[in-house]
């Protein structure tokens, strides 16, 4: 696991504004999501700019403990979805909604 910005507020920031409090000026986020975009592309997936970015913490608590009451297939099932609705379709990874949206996709229990 790997966190995004520890220091990021659970309310979290627009991808953009987090790039520019990290000192990016138009251009180089410019150029920084053209890279992604193609990054991603590369592996067949899609980059969204747009979206919200935060601390991701209870992400990363929702996949230790689907790993732990589900086990590994769950919990890679859980991240792949956590990272297409982050990266590809910029919902925030701080959000309870996502979080339990994303357990419905991967076929985890959302009442547990």
Not at 5 to 33: I, M
Not at 64 to 79: C, I, M, S
């Amino acid at each position: 696991p790997y966190f995004l910005d520890p220091s990021l507020p659970e309310q979290g920031l627009t991808k953009r504004d987090n790039y520019r409090r990290r000192g990016l000026d138009d251009a180089k986020l410019a150029k920084v999501e053209r890279k992604l975009s193609e990054l991603f592309r590369s592996e067949g997936l899609s980059y969204s700019p747009d979206g919200v970015t935060g601390n991701t913490v209870n992400s990363h608590r929702l996949a230790a403990w689907t790993f732990t009451k589900y086990g590994a297939e769950a919990q890679d099932r859980l991240v792949d979805v956590l990272f297409r609705k982050h990266f590809s379709e910029g919902q925030s990874p701080a959000e309870h909604a996502v979080l339990l949206s994303a357990a419905g996709e991967a076929g985890v229990d959302r009442e547990a």
